[in-house]
């Protein structure tokens, strides 16, 4: 019986990363021999062990074999006979297929130390194409790898066997909550735009989400950059939520604000009954389809539907603005409605080439909420106990002159 640490752990600190979690693999032990040296069996699909001390996982060397579509098509087999070198050429990357012994020697037969040094993704075997999740890893690791000096690329021929797995249905047999872990993990790190560069290349990004893919060659309006497209103007824009160090709630509202633009009159884009009203219907879609997360979804379809509002907010009425922060629900989660004003303040910042931008906005926004929110709607009611039905009507009207008011200072500090 050996182990060795493998994947993950040893990739990062052959880059300088600091290590997170370690994974090991066992050779030459059987299931048996594992619990009789106390170790916890954890595994569903092969036998996974947690250390009785450390509680790190510990799989047993096993090889695999495709029986169906999908990534969940696989018979394993796992006995004391199974090689290091079989284990590791079932792996994804040759990045990933490197094994460390107790003395800290390397075990490398596909030459993963080699594509570390030249920052190159590479698939290890014919495998690769048996798991359409590894699409979606890949993906994933090209958004946490592409800060410098980890700036990774995908190997050409690793690139055409992922165009080849598109081609053949593959990717289709994800299931939902699948692509959704994958897409979330890749929103939340360093770079996200190149994860979703990695799924448009390969054609994934059209399988999984076309109303995305659709933004591209889709043109900006002049009076932002129309030398870009709305596809690179909305990776620029999640990029820019990920600088900010912004939850992943706001992240997806930051991918998905402009995806009425895929299906519009660009005519027609001023007006909040263009692309924001149909974006909302293609964000709605998108989280059916991928069952998004109840926060995630709330978020991107309130910053689909008013990003623009924010933009115009100090163009607006009071009575407006109070509609504003009633059809958000700022009154009773105001925290959702400031995470929206972020989202619209990346849409205003992720833009190419533009520089010395003022958003006030959000600030504006803010403000004016406060004003509102300082009415007694507690006295405002009792004024009114013998008359219920004019309640909610009389708060209104007090919130909207509370807005009215401090719309009034903001001008004359102007």
């Excluded at 081609?167 to 890749?186: F, I, M, S, T, Y």
């Excluded at 929103?187 to 994860?195: H, I, Y």
């Excluded at 009154?331 to 619209?344: G, I, N, V, Y």
Aim: aromatic letters at 8%; glycine letters at 6%; a neutral charge.
């Amino acid at each position: 019986m050996k182990t060795y640490i493998v994947g993950g752990a040893v990739r990062d600190r052959l880059l300088g990363l600091p290590v997170q979690d370690r994974d090991h693999v066992v050779i030459g032990a059987t299931p048996e021999q594992m619990l009789a040296l106390g170790y916890t069996p954890v595994g569903k699909d092969f036998p996974v062990f947690l250390h009785p001390k450390t509680h790190e996982e510990y799989a047993l060397a096993r090889t695999e074999r495709k029986t169906a579509a999908g990534y969940k098509g696989f018979v394993f087999h796992t006995d004391a006979s199974v090689t290091l070198e079989q284990d590791l050429i079932r792996r994804d990357l040759t990045v990933n297929a490197i094994a460390q012994d107790e003395a800290g020697h390397l075990t490398d037969p596909f030459h993963g130390q080699q594509d570390l040094q030249d920052r190159i993704f590479r698939h290890v075997s014919s495998a690769f194409a048996e798991d359409p999740v590894r699409i979606l890893r890949l993906a994933r690791f090209a958004a946490r790898f592409s800060v410098a000096p980890n700036n990774f690329s995908v190997a050409p021929e690793t690139m055409a066997l992922m165009q080849e797995m598109v081609a053949a249905g593959e990717v289709d047999a994800l299931v939902p909550e699948r692509v959704w872990q994958e897409l979330a993990r890749g929103l939340m790190e360093a770079r996200p735009s190149r994860m979703f560069e990695v799924l448009r290349e390969c054609g994934a990004l059209k399988r999984l989400l076309p109303e995305l893919d659709a933004l591209w060659g889709v043109p900006q309006p002049p009076k932002y950059h129309p030398e870009i497209d709305t596809g690179v103007h909305v990776m620029l824009v999640v990029d820019y939520a990920a600088q900010q160090g912004h939850t992943l709630a706001i992240r997806f509202a930051a991918l998905m604000h402009d995806l009425g633009k895929g299906s519009s009159d660009p005519e027609k884009w001023p007006s909040h009954h263009g692309h924001e009203q149909r974006g909302v219907a293609l964000v709605e879609a998108v989280c059916q389809r991928l069952k998004v997360p109840g926060e995630c979804r709330d978020l991107a379809i309130m910053t689909a539907r008013d990003h623009g509002n924010v933009g115009r907010a100090l163009e607006m009425r009071p009575a407006t603005l109070q509609e504003l922060f009633e059809r958000n629900d700022a009154f009773r989660k105001p925290q959702r409605f400031f995470d929206m004003l972020k989202a619209a303040e990346c849409d205003c910042f992720g833009r190419a080439g533009l520089v010395d931008i003022r958003f006030p906005q959000p600030a504006y926004l803010i403000a004016a909420l406060a004003a509102a929110q300082a009415v007694n709607a507690g006295a405002v009611a009792q004024a009114h106990a013998g008359q219920p039905q004019k309640i909610a009507l009389a708060i209104r009207e007090a919130r909207i002159a509370a807005v009215q008011e401090f719309c009034r200072r903001s001008k004359l500090l102007e």
